[in-house]
Nanobody, 125 residues
Framework: QVPPIESGGELTQAGGSLRLSCAAN????????VGWFRQSPTKEREFVAA???????YYEDSVKDRFVISRDSAKKTVYLQMNSLKPEDTAAYYC???????????????????WGHGTQVTVSA
C-alpha cells in the first residue's frame, strides 16, 4: 500500500477539540490495521490509538477518555477525534498502516510499515 495521508492538525486552545483524518491513498484500508502515533522534540514517537480491520480499538492510557478513533463504512478514511486537548498533546501526529500487525506489536511504531507525512497539532495553554 502507498503511504496514507493525514490532515486536520492545527493550532487550538487547551480544552478544545480537533478531528484528524487519515485517508487511504488510492484504495482502502480493507484488511489493514491503522494506528495513530505522535512525536515531538521532547518525546519519542509514541502510540496514541489504533483500529484493527475488525473494528476493534486500542488506546494509550493518557488519551483513552478523551480521544476516539473511528472509520467510515468503506474503510477509506480513519479518524481521530480529540477532545479536551491539553498542551502536552502538542506533537506531530502520524497515521500508519499495516496488513500484518501482530497484536503484540499494535502499540509499537515498529509494527507498521506504511507511514503518512504527519500533521501538526499545537495546543496552547
Amino acid at each position: 500500500q502507498v503511504p496514507p495521508i493525514e490532515s486536520g492538525g492545527e493550532l487550538t486552545q487547551a480544552g478544545g477539540s480537533l478531528r484528524l483524518s487519515c485517508a487511504a491513498n488510492g484504495g482502502s484500508f480493507n484488511g489493514y490495521t491503522v494506528g495513530w502515533f505522535r512525536q515531538s522534540p521532547t518525546k519519542e514517537r509514541e502510540f496514541v490509538a489504533a483500529m484493527g480491520d475488525s473494528g476493534h480499538v486500542y488506546y494509550e492510557d493518557s488519551v483513552k477518555d478523551r480521544f476516539v478513533i473511528s472509520r467510515d463504512s468503506a474503510k477509506k478514511t480513519v479518524y481521530l477525534q480529540m477532545n479536551s486537548l491539553k498542551p502536552e498533546d502538542t506533537a506531530a501526529y502520524y497515521c500508519a498502516a499495516s496488513q500484518s500487525v501482530d497484536l503484540s506489536n499494535i502499540r509499537s511504531p515498529r509494527g507498521y510499515g506504511s507511514w503518512g507525512h504527519g500533521t501538526q497539532v499545537t495546543v496552547s495553554a
